[in-house]
């Protein structure tokens, strides 16, 4: 499971975009976080198809490795991978933001469909996964734990918790990666609130780490695959709605409605 | 554990906290797994022996309450039981999306400790003396609250919590020279009250350190006027002992609630929750409390005092109640 | 009274029949820290039915001090 393979990879991520446009349909009028979920596909179908040592029947394992969303609104790209697993099923992917489902708007923790954690409000996850990264240290298990977060989700103070406090523990063992997409809900993130060298500022509280193009399969790969004794820190320049014409870089696809029309035109584009 | 009156003596004199840090030794002893995780905060809870004798089983994430809250429930879902403490108002408001988050709505097995409860921080000012903890965490569901009356049911209370699987919160009130409400072992349920004084016609439900002086007041009021109050300790506010509540109701024509802690949102709202939806009507329901303001800082007497919170300050409603 | 003091020491402070007892200062030891302190207050406050104030109880930062103060509250 630890060696790249990037043409599984590439088909991997093309069923991920797929998945998300068919939820994205489901949504309906609820609208769904479109744009989010796909700047992070890539990443998700490297570790998933590589990396992560998981599957359906040993996902409650304690010494699984563990997968958290902290941008809990691009949970499409979390039950993408999920179904791809058969953790989840076609009934599943249709119930999305419908009426009670398992599969809201935002991760609701549910260890038999593989959700880890209750995510949405913005970093929470993180501080999570930093508990796993010392419980699995504690215990002795070789695993790591892998979470993702967003640009925007860096204005939280509590993420800078996590920065500060992570090398203290030796949790080399944590890989957070930064889906830099350059936009939150309301525009682009440097008009909102700057957060200029992202490099500088986790290399000072001592992270190794990592600036990679986020669409990279190669890149990607090697960014997590590198070997440290430090926490690790992987900024991955993304684009926000990645994979498609018409939400590439726009912004209106943070949370949006998507037609049918607008379905089938993205249909062709997957080809 | 053995609970016999040297103990407890010695416990009533350390207080809720070093009591608290104390009990820890004992319980990891019995439960390896567990894990106690601190915001820079060992000395005041207690906690320096356990620091230095159980390194691996401390975690001290500096002054950063949020991220405690998110580590001790990555900690929970390997498996571990797990502790952690600060000061009650940190402990409690300053992560209390975090709590909501990852401990009611996914239901996480944390207990937390919020140290120097309820008014005897009351010199340092009220961004530490704590009068709205128990309210935040009341609408959370899925979260037990409790408020133990004296240093001995701390113990009892971090057993108890640590014997089952709800995320909970446990406020420690008082300071040194706790007033000891129970002189031996006894029976501790988390969601059954206690009743320490059979009476009638007038029930005081007392919570934390109001219990002690409750009982106190009870007692002068019985010497004096040959009148007995019920007094019972109402240790959990959540889940509040309804079948308790409506005995009570039935059995008395005035209720007295008394906690350090806002009228609002506390033990006494919890009570008066449960006797809005009784039938019967002509009872009444007083709350002795904060009432709904911050006063000046001052001394724990002074304060308890000031708010008739005190010994005397419940001797006296009860006299105004009994003419 | 001295030997009353001596066995008071031992209990509270849980220590080894090889600790010699006379030398002992308040945070020199393990077992002599801030809990120790509080238990052997307590102890002392019991086997020898006194009341130490606050001032005491921060100034006993020895064996001998403390026989000093135990001596000022009148124990026997």
Known sequence: ?271 | MIIDKKKISLWSKMGSRATFGLSLMDVVKEMEDLMVVTCDVSTSAGLDRFKKTYPENYIDVGIAEQNMIGIATGISLFGNRVITTTFSPFQTLRCCEQIKNNLGYMNSNVKMVGLASGLVLGTLGFTHASIEDIGALRSIPNMNIISPADCTETVKSIYASLNNDSPTYIRLTGGQLNNPVYEEDYNFEIGKAIRIKKGKEIAILASGTRVSDSVLASEKIYQEKNFQVSVYNFHTIKPIDKITIKEIVNDHDCLLTVEEHNIIGGLGSAVSEILAEMDKKNVKLYRMGVEDFYPKGSDYNSLLKLLNLDQDGIYNKIIKLLS | MEEKYKKAFKNALSLGDDVVIEKLKYNEIPEWDSIGHMTLISELEDEFNISFETDDIVNFSSYDVGKEILNKLGAS
């Open chain 1, 1 to 271: 499971m630890s060696q790249l393979n990037k043409k599984k990879t590439e088909d991997l991520a093309k069923r991920l975009r797929k998945n998300i446009l068919d939820m994205s349909l489901v949504a309906g009028s609820a609208s769904s976080h479109f744009g989010g979920a796909l700047s992070c596909i890539d990443i998700v179908a490297v570790l998933f198809q590589n990396i992560i040592n998981y599957d359906k029947d040993n996902f409650k394992d304690l010494s699984r490795d563990r997968f958290v969303l902290s941008k809990g609104h691009a949970c499409m790209a979390l039950y993408s991978i999920l179904y791809e697993l058969e953790l989840l099923n076609d009934d599943d992917l249709n119930s999305f933001e419908k009426s009670e489902s398992i599969l809201l708007g935002h991760p609701v923790k549910n260890l038999d469909k593989g959700i880890e954690v209750s995510t949405g409000s913005l970093g929470m996850g993180v501080s999570v996964s930093m508990g796993f990264a010392i419980a699995a240290k504690k215990k002795k298990i070789e695993n790591k734990i892998y979470a993702i977060l967003g640009d925007g989700e860096c204005n939280e103070g509590s993420v800078w918790e996590v920065a500060l406090s992570a090398p203290k523990f030796n949790l080399d063992n944590l890989v957070l990666i930064i889906d830099r997409n350059n936009f939150q809900q309301t525009g682009k993130s440097n008009d909102i609130l700057d957060l200029n060298s992202l490099n500088s500022k986790w290399k000072s509280f001592n992270w190794d780490v990592c600036e990679i193009n986020g669409h990279d399969i190669i890149e990607i790969y090697d960014a997590i695959k590198k070997e440290t004794k430090l926490p690790k820190v992987i900024i991955a320049n993304t684009i926000k709605g990645k994979g498609f014409s018409f939400s590439e870089n726009n912004n209106d696809w943070h949370h949006k409605i998507l037609t049918r029309n607008q379905y089938e035109e993205a249909l062709k584009e997957l080809e």
